[in-house]
């Protein structure tokens, strides 16, 4: 078995597929988008993180035997995507000058 993880600009979604590449099940969660300001498109890493951690649970709820045999996990994520860390790995967001 093995998990492919798509962490997109809307959402993540992941699914469960087999050794021939059968999907056995997919789950999705939304993620907000925030626009602070024209032209800005943010969105908090910790909701990545969630989102991921609630379509894994949901494909493991219905599909616990095919999850416990995963060897292999796949991720993808959004393109031109920043994620700025202070010195205490706390998320940096510009300011507005």
């Known amino acids: 078995m093995y998990i ?3 962490i997109g600009t809307s959402g993540v979604k992941s ?7 059968n ?5 999705h969660h939304s993620i907000k988008i925030s626009r602070p300001h024209t032209g800005w498109s943010e969105q908090n890493p910790e ?11 949901s494909i493991k709820q219905s599909h616990a ?6 060897i292999g996990i ?8 920043a994620t700025l860390l202070d ?8 300011c507005m000058l």
């Open 87 to 94: 010195k205490d790995d706390e998320i940096v967001r510009p």
């Open 4 to 6: 492919g993880i798509d």
């Open 15 to 21: 699914l469960l597929i087999d050794e021939s590449q």
């Open 74 to 81: 796949g991720l993808s994520g959004q393109m031109h995507g």
């Open 47 to 57: 909701d990545w993180i969630e989102a991921t951690k609630a379509t894994l649970d």
């Open 23 to 27: 999907i056995i099940a997919t789950a």
């Open 65 to 70: 035997r095919q999850m416990s045999a995963v």
